[in-house]
Nanobody
Framework: QVQLVESGGGLVQAGGSLRLSCAAS????????MGWYRQAPGKQRELVAT???????NYADSVKGRFTISRVNAKNTVYLQMNSLKPEDTAVYYC???????????WGQGTQVTVSS
């Protein structure tokens, strides 16, 4: 079992930056893929970014060039640096730990990001 706790959300003006953190309760070294997802009101949860191993990253087209995901296994932490934020980035952001096929994912409780225009 892994508990994931997100932090770093808040209210920011358009064009601003935030850095989200996801702290895991135990080592994430063996977890294949860590990711960030988001869910806006009335919409389905969507992928924002994932990091596999230490360098394999994947981004939603809507955030490419603005967001950067990273993981520091020694700190059991995953980060999401968000720059040039837009009002459409407003959502609850969730941390995810994907362990592989047939295994349960772990999710954090989410952190609210609100971008004002």
């Amino acid at each position: 079992q892994v508990q994931l706790v997100e932090s770093g959300g808040g209210l920011v003006q358009a064009g601003g930056s935030l850095r989200l953190s996801c702290a895991a309760s135990r080592s994430i070294f063996s977890i294949n893929t860590m990711g960030w997802y988001r869910q806006a009101p009335g919409k389905q949860r969507e992928l924002v970014a994932t990091v596999t191993g230490s360098r394999g990253t994947n981004y939603a087209d809507s955030v490419k060039g603005r967001f950067t995901i990273s993981r520091v296994n020694a700190k059991n932490t995953v980060y999401l640096q968000m720059n040039s934020l837009k009002p459409e980035d407003t959502a609850v952001y969730y941390c995810n730990a994907y362990r592989g096929p047939g295994l349960n994912d772990y999710w954090g409780q989410g952190t609210q990001v609100t971008v004002s225009s």
